[in-house]
């Protein structure tokens, strides 16, 4: 079973940039479908990007299209969330989480079962 640590939150303004790393232990991370979420306060959890262990697949919510990048780095373990052009509405706690790779797309939280503790960004008008 994989485990996820991810770090690089913070508090920036807005049109700034700011990168998540997340950071996995365990032997099978380069089978894991891995992805980043959100949550702010009163609302869902939401997907705001995935990648596909072979990197050939990238997913973004339409919110985040052109602004946002995630990276992935099968020899290291990492998955990263580069965040440009930051908006108030990207505020919330981020969470890394993976899943075993079936060939299968979600959007879904329910269907990620590893997850990291979660990282806050805010971004301040």
């Known amino acids: 079973q994989v485990q996820l640590v991810e770090s690089g939150g913070g508090l920036v303004q807005a049109g700034d940039s700011l990168r998540l790393s997340c950071v996995a232990s365990g032997r099978t991370f380069s089978i894991y479908d891995m992805a980043w979420f959100r949550q702010a306060p009163g609302k869902d959890r939401e997907l705001v990007a995935r990648?596909?262990?072979?990197?050939?697949?990238?997913l973004y919510a339409d919110s985040v299209k052109g602004r946002f990048t995630i990276s992935r780095d099968n020899a290291k373990n990492t998955v990263d969330l580069q965040m440009s052009s930051l908006k108030p509405e990207d505020t919330g706690l981020y969470y890394c989480?993976?899943?075993?790779?079936?060939?299968?797309?979600?959007?879904?939280?329910?269907?990620?079962?590893?997850w990291g503790q979660g990282a806050q960004v805010t971004v301040s008008s």
């Open positions: 990648v596909n262990p072979s990197r050939s697949i990238t």
């Open positions: 989480a993976g899943r075993q790779y079936d060939g299968a797309s979600y959007t879904n939280p329910g269907r990620y079962d590893v």
